[in-house]
Structure formats: C-alpha cells, structure tokens
C-alpha cells in the first residue's frame, strides 16, 4: 500500500517560486510513476505533470510547461515539483498521485492515478 504526504505549499506572490514535495512509503516506489495534479476552486481536476518510472521520462501539462518541473528521486522515495514564474491562475490545491496499475499517459491526462495524496494548498497572489 503506498501513502503520499505532500508538503511546500503556501501564498507566494505572482512570479515567484514553490516547491512542492512528495513523500512517498512503500518499498516499490521505483516501480510507480508518480504525478502532480491540481484542482482550483470550483473547477475539475487536472493533470500538471508526470515522471515514469522506469527511463523517467517526464510530461507536462501545457499551462505549465516551460515553468515546473517535476523529479524524483528513488533512494528517498520523493518527488518533486519545482514551479517557477508562477501564475494567479495556478492557485489550486495539488495532490501528489502514485500509478501502481501500470497506466499510461492518456490513463493520467483523462483519469488521474489510483494513489492519492491529501493536497497541499498553492496560493499565487497578484
């Protein structure tokens, strides 16, 4: 059974800098490819960005390409979402995410993952 904890969140002002974190327990966290997703008040949920788990190939979405960047590291069992130049519009609450089903990207983009974490709240003021 894998657990995620997100932490990092906070209020930060409108081209500033977050990093958001990930810890994850389970002892076949290499074997999971692991996501960002985040949901704004009032609206659905969406995909941010995703690393693989085996050659880690990383995928982002369009609004955020360019700024985020998602790593991980295996011996620590985290990952990791540094955003930059960031936007009003990229308030939200973000959820860390495990796919321990072996999906792939269209799975995440449309469906999200089977492994969630609580959420950690990104405030962008402007």
């Known amino acids: 059974q894998v657990q995620l904890v997100e932490s990092g969140g906070g209020l930060v002002q409108a081209g500033g800098s977050l990093r958001l974190s990930c810890a994850a327990s389970g002892r076949t966290f290499s074997s999971y490819a692991m996501g960002w997703f985040r949901q704004a008040p009032g609206k659905a949920r969406e995909f941010v960005s995703a690393?693989?788990?085996?050659?880690?190939?990383?995928y982002y979405a369009d609004s955020v390409k360019g700024r985020f960047t998602i790593s991980r590291d295996n011996a620590e069992n985290t990952v990791v979402l540094q955003m930059n130049s960031l936007k009003p519009e990229d308030t939200a609450v973000y959820y860390c995410?495990?796919?321990?089903?072996?999906?792939?990207?269209?799975?995440?983009?449309?469906?999200?993952?089977?492994?969630w974490g609580k959420g950690t709240l990104v405030t962008v003021s402007s």
């Open positions: 690393i693989s788990w085996s050659d880690g190939f990383t």
């Open positions: 995410a495990a796919d321990t089903l072996g999906n792939n990207y269209d799975i995440w983009f449309y469906y999200g993952m089977d492994r």
